[in-house]
C-alpha cells in the first residue's frame, strides 16, 4: 500500500491571528515576540520578511531592519485556542494526526483512498477549510514520507499547495541546498561545504564513509534523508514531557527579592498550564542563567504530583535558597516533569486539598473568559507586566 502523508503549515501563524482580528494590521509588517532588549522573534508576517525580518532573530535587529514595523508581544492563550480550532478541522479528514507545534502537523491519509481519492484536492479542501472557518492561511505538502511533505509545503509558501509523488523524490530535491535537511544546521551545513557538498543531490551521491568521517553515525541518516528516504511514522499523539516557562529579563537581576519575585510569577504561570492541560507534576526544576551565560539547573521531586501555584512557588523557592547568587541573573526559568495525567491534587489532606481545588476552579475560569492576567499574587499586582 502506497504511503502518503500531508503537511499542513500556518503561513506566519501568529501575526496571521493578529492580522485576522485587527484591520489595522492587514498589509504591515507585524512583528511578534519579546520586545525587550534580550527579546527575539517569534513570527514575522510576510511584510516583515521582506525586509529580512525572520524567526528566532534578535528583536534588536529585527527592529533595525524593518524599523516601521509593528511589534507585538502576541497573545499565546488565543493561539492556543486557535491552533485547536485547526486540529479539529484536520481530524475530520484523519484520524492519524501527529502536531509539530501549535500551527503544523502531519497527516497520515494512507489508506483513505476510497474517502479522498484525490490527495491534491483533499488537501485544498483543508485549507479551504482553515481560510473559511478559522479565517488564516495555511500552506500543504503532500509526499510519500514525513520529511518531503514538510518539505514540499514550505517550498511553494505562503497559500502553497505542493505535491511530491513517488518517483520524483531526487528531481524535487536535489538542488536544493543541504540546510534544507533536517538536524543540518549551520555547523554541519559548514562542514558539508568544505567537502564541496553544497546541494541535496551532492550529498546524496557522496561516499557513505567520508560522510562518517565528517558527520558520524549521523552521516548515513543524513543521506537517506538527501536520497528522499524517511520511514518514520506518524504519531497520532504525544503526551507531554514538560510544562515549563522562562524568562530573558532585559536588565540582569541583583537581588533575591527579585528571583522569588520572578520564581512566584513563574509559578502561577505554569500551574495555570498544568491545570489546563489537565496534568499534576512531580518534579519541579529552576534554571538559572546568569549574566556570564553560566547556566544551572536544580530539580526537587514531591512525594505527591502537584499542579497548584503556591506548591510549585515553595518548592521553587527552596531549591533557590541552595544557589548562591554570586552575580546579576539574565534568565530564571521553572520546568514542571514527571507529569501525570489529571488535574486533581492528590493528598491526605483532602478537606484543605478540596478547598484548593474549588478555588482554583474559580480562578481558572476568570483566566479563561478573561486572559490569564485577569487575576494574580498581591505581591506581583504592582508589576509593570
Not at 502553497?160 to 531526487?170: D, M, N, T, V
Amino acid at each position: 500500500m502506497q504511503k502518503w502523508i500531508i503537511h499542513v503549515d500556518m503561513d506566519a501563524f501568529f501575526a496571521a491571528v493578529e492580522q485576522r482580528d485587527n484591520p489595522e494590521l492587514q498589509s504591515k509588517p507585524v512583528i511578534i515576540g519579546g520586545l525587550s532588549g534580550r527579546g527575539v522573534v517569534s513570527t514575522a508576517s510576510y511584510e516583515a520578511r521582506k525586509y529580512g525580518v525572520r524567526s528566532a532573530m534578535p528583536m534588536v535587529e529585527a527592529r533595525r531592519r524593518c524599523p516601521q514595523g509593528i511589534f507585538l508581544t502576541g497573545n499565546y492563550d488565543k493561539y492556543i485556542a486557535v491552533s485547536r480550532e485547526i486540529m479539529n478541522i484536520l481530524a475530520d479528514f484523519s484520524p492519524f494526526i501527529e502536531p509539530l507545534s501549535l500551527d503544523e502537523a502531519f497527516l497520515d491519509m494512507t489508506g483513505t483512498e476510497w474517502l479522498f481519492p484525490d490527495l491534491v484536492e483533499t488537501a485544498r479542501q483543508i485549507k479551504a477549510r482553515i481560510k473559511a472557518e478559522v479565517g488564516i492561511v495555511a500552506s500543504a505538502g503532500i509526499a510519500p514520507n514525513k520529511f518531503l511533505a514538510k518539505l514540499a509545503s514550505d517550498l511553494d509558501k505562503p497559500d502553497g499547495l505542493l505535491i511530491i509523488r513517488p518517483g520524483e523524490e531526487q528531481l524535487a530535491i536535489a538542488k536544493l541546498p543541504v540546510s534544507r535537511l533536517w538536524g543540518v544546521g549551520k555547523t554541519t551545513a559548514d562542514s558539508l561545504q568544505k567537502l564541496g557538498i553544497n546541494t541535496i543531490g551532492q550529498l546524496a551521491e557522496t561516499d557513505l564513509k567520508l560522510l562518517k568521517k565528517y558527520c558520524g553515525n549521523f552521516a548515513e541518516d543524513l543521506q537517506r534523508l538527501a536520497c528522499g528516504i524517511d520511514d518514520r511514522p506518524v504519531i497520532a499523539q504525544h503526551e507531554p514531557k514538560s510544562i515549563g516557562k522562562e524568562t530573558t529579563f532585559e536588565h540582569d537581576l541583583v537581588s533575591v527579592a527579585q528571583v522569588e519575585e520572578e520564581l512566584l510569577l513563574l509559578a502561577e504561570k505554569v500551574g495555570w498550564r498544568l491545570r489546563r492541560y489537565c496534568y499534576s507534576a512531580r518534579t519541579i526544576t529552576v534554571k538559572i542563567r546568569f549574566a556570564s551565560f553560566r547556566t544551572i539547573t536544580r530539580s526537587k521531586t514531591l512525594t505527591d504530583p502537584t499542579n497548584f501555584d503556591e506548591l510549585i512557588f515553595t518548592t521553587a523557592q527552596a531549591i533557590w535558597s541552595h544557589i548562591t547568587m554570586n552575580e546579576g541573573i539574565r534568565l530564571v526559568g521553572i520546568t514542571a516533569t514527571n507529569l501525570q495525567a489529571g488535574c486533581g491534587q492528590m493528598s491526605l489532606f483532602s478537606e484543605e486539598t478540596d478547598k484548593r481545588q474549588s478555588m482554583y476552579q474559580a480562578v481558572d475560569k476568570l483566566k479563561a473568559k478573561f486572559g490569564e492576567k485577569i487575576i494574580t499574587k498581591g505581591r506581583l499586582v504592582s508589576r509593570d507586566d
